[in-house]
């Protein structure tokens, strides 16, 4: 009797270690993965994996082995939704994404009423966190701190020149550009031109036609690299020799690709440069044995997902709730892209806006470099 009890107890023992030992934490990363801004999502989806490989193999999250599921919003709001709705229905606990601010506003109230957790890797616009939901984060800046360096920077260094402000009237492109035409003014610069322009458009010769009759030298994109690539392309080729800059929409090689050797001297507001800092040294040997370039939001992703994992630890909780608190609480977080704390509404502490330009490498490839 007393041997069957211990046997009993032994194997009672056993399962739950079983048990414990292969439970799963479902997480989401939703963004792009289709469409034309598919070049950003890869860059989601490449940190998130990375991740959560990396996790697993020292043990997972809080003894939890981590399945990672993807979703396709492509920079679409009702997508998102959608993407958002699924999720909540999968039974996920904690996204990263989405990539797009007009698709994480609508799609994190979703997550909000339901109990999920979310860090944005990306999406910069003020009004992501300016709600003050209890479960909505970012590893990025705000749209009003990167407008006021690049409006710092044309105030300085671009004084007296005729500046046209540029947007795709979208959440992210517009509000990007009145954050940055708000601080230029109050800087003294008043923009000689403001238009919008709709996303998917393919031809600017009317734009570039009348900014040209008013001698514009300095353009001011608020917008994605898509038509802010076409844009740059077709002023080059009706002659127009003004100079571009633009913030974080426009980080991604493909930006080159669309808008040729004419992107040359574009100037763009990003934070300082993830790849290079030697918190990231071990991610990015794992990423160049595979034979990825890490560019822009990928380390940010990456970021993300180290947050979620030590605020659970810390928290010794995986209760979305009780992780965002712990978020919120001040506590610091050791990341691949250095540290970082959040304030109440779930901004990260720091400033973290600087000027790059696009140059030609060695290789004869124009990208991005931090001034």
């Known amino acids: 009797m007393k041997k069957t009890l211990l046997a009993g107890v032994a194997l009672a023992a056993t399962l739950a270690f079983a048990g414990a030992a292969n439970a799963q934490l479902k997480m989401g990363v939703t963004g792009p993965i289709t469409g034309p801004n598919a070049a950003f ?6 940190g998130a994996e990375q991740a959560v490989a990396d996790f697993n ?36 606990k904690f996204v990263v994404g989405p990539f797009n601010s ?6 994190s109230e979703v997550y909000a009423e339901n109990g999920v957790l979310v860090i944005t890797p990306s999406a910069t616009n003020p009004k992501v966190t300016e709600r003050k939901l209890w479960n ?3 590893t990025c800046g705000r749209d009003d701190q990167q407008g006021a360096v690049a409006a710092d920077y044309i ?3 671009l004084k007296g020149k005729k500046v046209a402000v540029v947007h795709d009237k979208t959440t992210y492109g517009q509000g990007l550009a009145d954050e940055t035409k708000k601080a230029m003014n109050k800087a003294g610069v008043k923009e000689a031109m403001y238009e919008g322009v709709n996303t998917g458009e393919k031809d600017f010769s009317a734009l570039i036609t009348k900014m040209k009759n008013a001698g514009i030298d300095v353009v001011y994109w608020g917008g994605l690299h898509t038509e802010g690539g076409l844009i740059i392309r077709q002023m080059r080729d009706q002659g127009l020799k003004s100079v571009m800059m633009s913030g974080d929409g426009i980080t991604s090689d493909e ?44 380390l940010y992703t990456y970021a993300a997902m180290e947050v979620i994992k030590q605020a659970a630890e810390s928290a010794k909780s995986l ?46 490839k124009v990208t991005y470099v931090q001034n």
């Open 155 to 157: 105030a300085k260094n």
């Open 136 to 138: 909505v984060f970012r």
């Open 41 to 46: 999502g890869k860059q989601l989806t490449d």
């Open 255 to 298: 930006f080159a690709t669309i808008g040729g050797p004419g992107v040359e001297g574009t100037l763009m507001t990003f934070p300082p440069e993830p790849r290079t800092r030697p918190e990231a040294a071990k991610v990015m040997a794992a990423y160049k044995a595979k034979g990825i370039n890490p560019e822009a939001y990928t």
């Open 319 to 364: 209760d979305p709730k009780k992780v965002a608190e712990k978020i919120h609480s001040g506590m610091k977080f050791k990341t691949v892209i250095g540290e970082l704390s959040y304030d109440k509404k779930g901004d990260i502490t720091r400033p973290d806006y600087v000027m790059y330009t696009w140059k030609k490498g060695a290789d004869g």
């Open 57 to 92: 193999a020292a043990g997972g999250i809080m003894g939890q082995q981590i399945t990672l599921s993807k979703g396709d919003d492509v920079s679409d709001p009702k997508q998102g939704v959608s993407v958002a709705n699924k999720f909540v229905g999968d039974g996920i």
């Open 102 to 107: 007009g698709v994480t506003i609508p799609s």
